[in-house]
């Protein structure tokens, strides 16, 4: 079998070049193309690497697209371009990776149809940390015997959406693990975050942070923290390489990368 052609959109963005760096040390992985307004033109490889790979960033994904015949793209980009680049890959029969976060729901819908109806593979996930997984699947474990539950999310001043995707993501299975639907007290009240599913979520963006979480749970005298910290970047690579690697194997968009693990 070849090696897998890889595009990156977002290439030249801290975590898309955290991706070209994971893309280009592996051994079934082929990075073929690289997309970024910022910085086209450049090598990236002098970007991400410190020395020249041959590969120029281009600006326009329809034009690298056409040139570099990828099997799979993977988006780091923005809630306002992510839309548009998984539909301009799809159109090519392109196999999506998706990592940015703010996709409203019928944007995931439409993306969800047109997989469907060609029969090509994708994988949406609000955060490819395996600890983060881990740490969403625990919480809907906890949810089952511990109901009334708070999310505080914290990232850096940087992150263009509050609440986290992983932060929602995890309110959603906590609802869907309750017998019943709790109230805490002070439903309602509005703070930087707001509600998901009855589930209060904070939202802290500060620099200096890169991304954690930890939901908290509360019961008779007693209390349970979930909690999981990305030191770096580089926390995210071994569940984008799962990505990349099982996407050719899929005909259908599945959400969350705890669907591709043994969970």
């Not at 893309?23 to 970007?47: E, F, P, Y």
Request: charged letters at 20%; a negative charge; proline letters at 4%.
């Amino acid at each position: 079998m070849g090696s897998i052609r890889v595009l990156i959109c977002g290439a030249c963005g801290k975590v898309g070049r955290e991706i070209v760096k994971m893309v280009v040390s592996q051994d079934d992985m082929r990075l073929v193309g690289a997309v970024d307004k910022t910085c086209a033109g450049q090598d990236i490889g002098q970007l991400a690497l410190g020395n020249q790979v041959g590969l120029a960033v281009e600006d326009s994904l329809e034009a690298a697209l056409a040139a570099s015949s990828p099997d799979v793209m993977v988006d780091f980009t923005t809630p306002q371009a992510v839309g548009h680049n998984a539909l301009a890959a799809l159109s090519r029969d392109v196999r999506l990776v998706i990592g940015t976060t703010g996709l409203s729901s019928a944007q995931l819908e439409e993306i969800r149809g047109l997989c469907a109806s060609k029969g090509l593979g994708a994988v949406v996930a609000p955060n490819f940390a395996i600890g983060a997984v881990l740490m969403m699947h625990f919480a809907g474990i906890a949810a089952r015997h511990l109901p009334y539950a708070e999310i505080v999310e914290l990232h850096h001043d940087g992150k263009l959406d509050a609440p986290s995707g992983t932060a929602l993501k995890t309110a959603e299975m906590i609802a869907q693990a309750r017998s019943e639907r709790v109230a805490p007290p002070g439903e309602g009240t509005p703070s930087r975050g707001g509600w998901r599913d009855g589930v209060p979520i904070h939202s802290v963006r500060l620099p200096g942070l890169v991304a954690h979480q930890e939901v908290i749970f509360g019961g008779l005298e007693q209390t349970l923290t979930i909690r999981h910290d990305s030191l770096g970047r580089g926390s995210f690579m071994p569940g984008v390489a799962l990505a990349i690697r099982k996407v050719g194997q899929l005909d259908h968009l599945v959400y969350g990368l705890e669907n591709l693990l043994d969970l």
